[in-house]
């Protein structure tokens, strides 16, 4: 069963900042990673789509790769901003799960003026 | 266009109540997704539509019944709910191949007394 891990849980910078932030997976059989955003009681934003024979993808100030082999992407935010404050889900789309996502438990991210 | 609708914003209900919760999309996709997410949790699948049939039904309890009338929407029944069944519910439309993104809702927030 795929299990999705995001490090860290909760994270506090100053504006200006560069950030990263961690997803694991633990099965590499997937067709692609997403990375979404959710603002408080909203529903998520697309942010990133990598597909499973891509290594990165980016928009703007983000930036996310990945590397299949080890089961792991991350996510940089260049110049952060207080606007960038969210909870940042990591999702995989498995090859033998057929519709579903496997999520991780998110990043919340606050970004201090 | 990438928007998803869903009507109610907010919905309170007693658990004697019978309600539906609405999802709307026009950008042509024929996989439709409802989730549930409580607090500071990932969303979880419930139910999936490929093709306005139901493909996947996560074990949800049968007080949530789903119907897809058409392509175009998605509604989900609601009855004899219980109070833990309060979240947010969150409908999702995207392409049944698996390389695709997912595109949210903002969500129905629901209370269930």
């Known amino acids: 069963k795929q299990e999705v891990t995001q490090i860290p849980a909760a994270l506090s910078v100053p504006e200006g900042e560069n950030l990263v932030l961690n997803c694991s997976f633990t099965?590499?059989?997937?067709?692609?990673l997403q990375w979404f955003r959710q603002d408080p009681g909203k529903g998520l934003t697309s942010l990133l789509l990598?597909?499973?024979?891509?290594r990165e993808q980016t928009s703007g100030r983000l930036n996310a790769s990945l590397d299949k082999s080890s089961g792991r992407s991350t996510l940089y935010i260049a110049a952060s901003q207080p606007g960038d404050s969210a909870t940042y889900l990591c999702?995989?789309?498995?090859?033998?799960?057929?519709?579903?996502?496997?999520f991780g438990e998110g990043t919340q991210l606050t970004v201090n003026p | 266009d990438t928007e998803v609708t869903q009507t109610p914003k907010h919905l309170v209900m007693g658990m004697t109540n019978k309600k539906s919760l609405k999802c709307e999309q026009h950008?042509?996709?024929?996989?439709m997704y409802w989730y549930k997410q409580k607090a500071k949790k990932p969303p979880e699948l419930m139910f999936v539509?490929?093709?306005?049939?139901?493909?996947i039904n996560e074990s949800v309890p049968s007080r949530f019944s789903p119907e897809c009338p058409n392509s175009s929407l998605l509604n989900l029944h609601l009855h004899a709910l219980q109070p833990e069944d309060s979240a947010l519910y969150l409908c999702?439309?995207?392409?049944?191949?698996?390389?695709?993104?997912?595109?949210f809702g903002p969500g129905t927030r629901l209370t269930v007394l």
């Open positions: 950008m042509g996709h024929r996989a």
């Open positions: 539509y490929s093709y306005e049939k139901l493909s």
């Open positions: 999702a439309a995207g392409a049944p191949l698996s390389t695709d993104t997912q595109y």
């Open positions: 999702a995989v789309r498995g090859r033998t799960s057929g519709s579903r996502l496997t």
């Open positions: 099965d590499s059989a997937i067709y692609n």
């Open positions: 990598i597909q499973s024979s891509q």
